[in-house]
């Protein structure tokens, strides 16, 4: 009995990190220089496309660090897609202030 249980947890749990596709969003404070905003992408499979309302930014790999982080204008809500064929695309609305932005997730194959 408390096999099954634990089974149907499991597999609970699975699809809940499935749907959300295993997700973490932190923003991260500008310190002195310019107060620029922009996203930084942490992404598995590192060559997934990265799309900023329907526009492609580059890959996920190009846009992984602060140097490298795609600027945004700070007071907008942007539509990222984070997609990669055979993969089951990321997709999330984000709110952007003053900082970096960013999103560290793992796509899953379909």
Known sequence: MGRSVLLIVA?????????????HTTTTPQTGGTGASGLIVKC???????????????????????????PLV??????????????????????LGKGLVTIDVSLHEM
């Open 11 to 23: 597999t609970i749990l699975i699809g809940v990190a499935a749907v959300s596709g295993c997700a």
């Open 74 to 95: 700070a007071g907008r809500v942007y539509r990222v897609e984070i997609i990669r064929e055979g993969y089951r695309p990321y997709v999330k609305e984000i709110s």
């Open 44 to 70: 598995n499979p590192c060559d997934a496309t990265v799309v900023i309302d329907g526009m492609p930014a580059g890959q996920a790999r190009e846009l992984s660090t602060e140097d490298s982080a795609y």
